[in-house]
């Protein structure tokens, strides 16, 4: 059961440009949305994250959009560089049954051309 | 600069050999994660420990894996027999939880397992 579903699969953006990749979630007991960055050979790091109490939160040039009604999350990167380059991973977790692993969406590969 | 630690992080196995893998989580850290990644299936959850005991493994198949954590400092993931279904790169996380707070996973580089 795929719970978080993630696209597009990739994203090739213009430097400057804006890069958007969409996440749908099913449950709704999730409470807890972060975006995670890989970068080729290197493990998962965190970049932003969000709860359902705000529908907008802003870190640099990321932004996390949240739409509780649509079940709905996505990363908004402003100005995108060739740095940005990587596979972006949306995420959720829930907190009521004390569960608190991650589940991960399939995974955006971004190329940023300079 | 505290970071999450895996060994090895490149294994090649014939196929029916015992795997381990180890992972030095982060000092202070309550929570342990392993999580396999692969092309098919994405990042998939194995098994999580908090306070060193395991609170899910359900995404372990528990007829060839299994996951201790025998001190606070120290995490293993055992694959006995192996098999080629098992290549994959295998991810250690780990975070602070407290009753009512998210947890940040931070991972590990990963274990590059592949058997032959």
């Known amino acids: 059961q795929q719970q978080v579903k993630q696209s597009p699969q990739s994203l090739i953006v213009q430097k400057g440009g804006i890069s958007i990749i969409n996440c749908a979630y099913e449950?709704?007991?999730?409470?807890?949305f972060p975006w995670y960055q890989q970068f080729p050979g290197k493990g998962p790091a965190l970049l932003i994250a969000i709860r359902p109490d705000v529908s907008e939160k802003k870190e640099g040039r990321f932004t996390i959009s949240f739409n509780k009604s649509a079940k709905q999350f996505s990363l908004h990167i402003m100005d995108s560089q060739p740095g940005d380059s990587a596979t972006y991973f949306c995420a959720a977790s829930r907190s009521d049954t004390g569960r608190r692993a991650l589940t991960f969406g399939s995974g955006t590969r971004l190329q940023v051309q300079p | 600069d505290a970071r999450v630690t895996q060994t090895p992080r490149h294994k090649v196995t014939e196929m029916g050999q015992e795997v381990t893998m180890r992972c030095q989580p982060i000092?202070?850290?309550?929570?342990v994660f392993w999580y396999r990644q692969t092309m098919m299936q994405g990042l998939e959850l194995l098994a999580y420990?908090?306070?060193?005991?395991?609170?899910?493994d359900s995404g372990m198949p528990k007829d060839r894996f299994s996951a201790e954590m025998p001190d606070a400092t120290l995490a293993t993931l055992k694959i006995q027999p192996s098999e080629p279904r098992d290549s994959a790169v295998y991810f250690c996380?780990?975070?602070?939880?407290?009753?009512?707070?998210?947890?940040?996973?931070?991972f590990g580089q990963g274990t590059r397992l592949t058997v032959v």
């Open positions: 996380a780990s975070g602070w939880t407290l009753t009512g707070t998210d947890t940040e996973a931070f």
């Open positions: 420990f908090r306070n060193r005991a395991p609170l899910d």
């Open positions: 000092l202070g850290h309550n929570t």
């Open positions: 449950n709704t007991a999730f409470d807890y």
